[in-house]
């Protein structure tokens, strides 16, 4: 089964640093790979996607991620963070069927 | 907002007690999926509804079950609750069944049971 795999539970940058969340999967396949973000007392939001037309995807609120098959890894990035980005953040691969696999999840402090 | 939504957004109940959680999809979205999350299981997939026919089931428990109506809304039903089930249960749908097209979340609904 495909499987994804975020480093760092926590992650705490200064506004207005660059902001990396890492995340490295597992597939014996090509993967389709995500990243979510979720506020606080709030569901899941689609941040971007990868679906092996582009390795460097670009998403909302300028966030990117980019693909790197020789790596295992879909990294998400953002050059300068904002207080707004403070949120969890999830990597998620699709699995057999549709359904999604997370990670364990990133909350993302931005220090003023 | 993501189109998809959710009824109630909190629930309070007993252990031992039954509840259903209601999902509306997005406009057109055949495709509804339940996940939970929780403190220690982080989230997990539960179960997936494509028009109407179970597609997929991940870690749902036994006394738990779902389905998808004609009107392709779908419920939860959590019986025989324990402590352990606390936690925000979400529902998300997609327009395939397959494939790459992502899926869109509703806000959750949280169940405490007491």
């Known amino acids: 089964a495909q499987s994804v795999t975020q480093l760092g539970s926590h992650v705490s940058v200064s506004e207005g640093a660059l902001v990396l969340l890492r995340c490295n999967y597992s597939?014996?396949?090509?993967?389709?790979l995500f990243w979510y973000v979720q506020y606080p007392n709030q569901g899941l939001q689609l941040l971007l996607k990868y679906t092996s037309a582009a390795t460097l995807v670009k998403g909302i609120n300028g966030f990117e991620a980019e693909f790197k098959k020789s790596e295992t890894s879909f990294h998400l990035t953002k050059p300068s963070a904002h207080m707004s980005d403070a949120a969890e953040y999830f990597c998620a691969v699709r699995n057999s069927g549709s359904r999604l696999t997370f990670g364990e999840g990133t909350q993302l402090t931005v220090n003023p | 907002d993501s189109g998809v939504t959710q009824t109630p957004k909190h629930l309070i109940t007993a252990t031992g007690q039954r509840v259903t959680l209601r999902c509306s999809p997005r406009?057109?979205?055949?495709?509804v999926y339940w996940y939970q999350q929780s403190l220690d299981q982080g989230l997990q997939f539960l179960i997936q509804?494509?028009?109407?026919?179970?597609?997929a089931k991940g870690n749902i428990l036994e006394r738990f079950s779902a389905q998808q109506f004609p009107d392709l809304h779908s419920e939860l039903n959590l019986s025989s609750l324990e402590l352990g089930d606390s936690a925000l249960y979400f529902c998300?749908?997609?327009?395939?069944?397959?494939?790459?097209?992502?899926?869109?979340f509703g806000p959750g609904t949280r169940l405490t049971v007491t």
């Open positions: 509804y494509y028009n109407g026919e179970e597609r």
């Open positions: 597939s014996s396949v090509p993967p389709y």
């Open positions: 406009s057109g979205d055949l495709s």
């Open positions: 998300a749908s997609s327009v395939a069944l397959a494939g790459a097209n992502e899926q869109y």
